[in-house]
């Protein structure tokens, strides 16, 4: 059942990634951390059920161990994330300008995106001098002398570092058994976003309509509406839409594009399209047309231990006795223990507020009142992702099976 039609739309319109305000410089980083993205988000979706996750944020973590990397460990990691053949310092700076850029200047937007990173280190066990030079002048990180043999505490420290990032979002991201006596190194990514619709949905309009799980099964949920001028497009088997949130006076900066299958059962066949070039020519397609929308209220929380997902993408090398990431203490004795990423979504009239955050453990290798041209109704599982509209940034990603 074809769930919603298309009309003739506006003329094209630059939302993402437009070219000037120097973008360029960042634009391979970009496109790179998108396509990791997108190869993540494939490896994660192979299990059922809601999602939510920002791959952008684990790249912002591991890129700060790929500062110490070298070898081969160094080469998949480069593969595997899509750095490029980029020295640590050319890396690193491209983040740190990158990061500058989402963040944008201070109270210049009506949206809230705060970044933080943090690196904790045993006591007694400096990093190499040019790490942490390196770390601090991209990252901002301020490392952080703590004692592993105590793992507990140190878990307690991190977590309290994580919830304050987070507005309280995210309170235990390590558990008591995440750290180790082994432990020499705990590298830490939180990103928190808090974002107003451009057009909010009113609250009076909210009705319990059915959300289709199935063809066979229906779910009653808050389903907002609203009508008026949205970019959207028609792909094979799907349609997307993007809503912009509250921005700039030049325009929105961020916006949540969604992805709805014409079947109420074929999301499963739209992931299988997923690639950047698929990604990006919906971008690219989206044009101005009159839209219907009808959109679930929901919250989503995953948490992901992203260790098995990465080696089955390639990226065995960090997690071996193999791997070298003698850049960091200068010595071949460490290795990624854990890469452990948690994120929360919640969707409503208002608007969204999204957070993720990630800690990289290192140890020792012993271990409508215009006729609409579109009807967008979301009232079957669908993909989406907040994007970053000056840089093309994906910042988030997800799909919605139960709302």
């Not at 961020?254 to 739209?270: A, K, R």
């Amino acid at each position: 059942m074809r769930r919603f039609c298309c009309c003739v739309l506006a003329a094209a319109l630059p939302l993402f990634g437009a070219q000037g305000g120097g973008t360029e410089e960042v634009t391979p980083l970009v496109k790179g951390i998108n396509a990791f993205t997108l190869d993540f988000y494939k490896e994660v979706a192979k299990k059922p059920g809601n999602l939510v996750i920002s791959p952008f944020n684990i790249s912002t973590a591991l890129s700060m161990v790929y500062l110490g990397a070298r070898g081969e460990t160094a080469t998949q990691m480069e593969e595997v994330l899509h750095y490029g053949t980029a020295t640590p310092e050319e890396l690193g700076s491209r983040f740190r300008i990158l990061l500058q850029m989402l963040q944008g200047p201070s109270g210049a937007d009506n949206y809230r995106l705060s970044l933080a990173n943090s690196v904790w280190f045993q006591e007694g066990e400096s990093p190499l001098f040019l790490y942490k030079s390196l770390l601090k002048s991209n990252y901002g990180v301020a490392l952080q002398e703590v004692n592993f043999a105590q793992p507990t505490i140190v878990a307690k420290k991190v977590n309290t570092w994580v919830s304050e990032q987070t507005q309280g979002s995210i309170d235990e991201l390590l558990q008591d058994d995440s750290l180790n006596p082994q432990t020499k190194l705990v590298l830490v990514s939180a990103i928190y976003l808090k974002a107003p619709w451009m057009r909010p949905f009113a609250q009076i309009d909210t009705k319990e309509q059915k959300f289709h799980l199935s063809p066979t099964e229906t779910l009653q949920v808050p389903m907002m509406h609203q009508a008026g001028r949205f970019p959207c497009m028609r792909g094979d088997g799907f349609a997307a839409i993007a809503l912009p949130y509250q921005g700039q006076e030049k325009g929105p900066r961020l916006t949540m594009l969604l992805v709805l299958p014409d079947q109420i059962d074929h999301l499963g066949d739209v992931e299988k399209q997923i690639t950047p070039q698929w990604f990006e020519h919906i971008v690219s397609s989206l044009s101005l047309g009159q839209v219907a929308v009808t959109l679930p209220k929901f919250r989503l929380a995953n948490r992901v231990y992203a260790r098995s997902l990465l080696e089955a993408m390639g990226l065995k090398a960090p997690f071996s006795p193999a791997a070298d990431l003698s850049g960091i203490s200068g010595q071949a004795n460490l290795m990624v223990d854990a890469v452990i990423h948690e994120a929360y979504i919640e969707v409503d009239e208002e608007g969204t507020q999204a957070v993720a955050a990630t800690a990289v453990s290192v140890g020792l290798k012993a271990l409508a009142p215009l006729a609409p041209e579109m009807y967008f109704v979301a009232d079957h599982p669908f993909l989406y992702a907040i994007m970053d509209t000056t840089t093309g940034q994906i910042l988030f990603i997800g799909r919605v099976i139960t709302p």
